[in-house]
């Protein structure tokens, strides 16, 4: 199985806002409200931003917002800050009991 | 505080073997299922394995299906994956996750543990 479609990178300048895309098919992202959303920063471990398609774990800012539309999810990040450059990558839970990632996304922040 | 220490990485020959352990603490650990997650020098996550909170459900992704076997000893707070017929494809950072509710989401992750295999 593939995996899910990300935008290999995003910029944007301190302040404003970008999003993020991550498209899969009816057998995950458009099947199941089973998409999250994952930071990574090089050499620490990954973390938990968006889960099920919009809610936030405690201690998430509220400027990472999450939506899904068929089969594409998007993450969203709002008031852009120097902290969130980092990989993003998205996931959703499969019709064949496993779990699907996206390729990654790049976020720059100018 | 949860914490997910992994162990057990290192250099292996192609079609050899491996054991990685992840130990758990902070958390009731036999309630909630864990899974592996590895990723690749400068490629993308790829999810490996998961098991039910007792153990009796396993999930393997294609790649690893067959080669790969995932357990857990609840009295111990320890999910492990042993790793057999090892390629070259298989090198990667291994890092062990906490499912937030059933292969949904992964909430806590370990630092991680490089594998390299290599001739």
């Known amino acids: 199985q593939s995996a899910l479609t990300q935008p290999a990178s995003v910029s944007g300048s301190p302040g404003q806002s970008i999003t993020i895309s991550c498209t899969g098919t009816s057998s995950d992202v458009g099947g199941y409200n089973y998409v999250s959303w994952y930071q990574l920063h090089p050499g620490k471990a990954p973390k938990l931003m968006i889960y099920e398609v919009t809610n936030r774990p405690s201690g998430v800012s509220d400027r990472f917002s999450g939506s899904k539309s068929g089969n594409t999810a998007s993450l969203t990040i709002s008031g852009l800050q120097p902290e969130d450059e980092a990989d993003y990558y998205c996931s959703s839970y499969t019709t064949s009991t496993t779990v699907i990632f996206g390729g990654g996304t790049k976020l720059t922040v100018l | 505080e949860v914490q997910l220490l992994e162990s057990g990485g290192g250099l292996v020959q192609p079609g050899g073997s491996l054991r990685l352990s992840c130990a758990a603490s902070g958390f009731t650990f036999s309630i909630y299922g864990m899974s592996w997650v590895r990723q690749a020098p400068g490629k993308g996550l790829e999810w490996v394995s998961g098991?039910?909170?007792?153990?009796?459900?396993?999930y393997y992704a294609d790649s690893v299906k067959g080669r790969f076997t995932i357990s857990r000893d609840n009295s111990k707070k320890t999910v492990y994956l042993q790793l057999n017929s090892l390629r070259v494809e298989d090198t990667a950072v291994y890092f062990c996750a906490k499912d937030r509710r059933g292969l949904s989401s992964f909430d806590y992750w370990g630092q991680g543990i490089l594998v390299t295999v290599s001739s």
């Open positions: 098991l039910s909170s007792s153990g009796s459900s396993t």
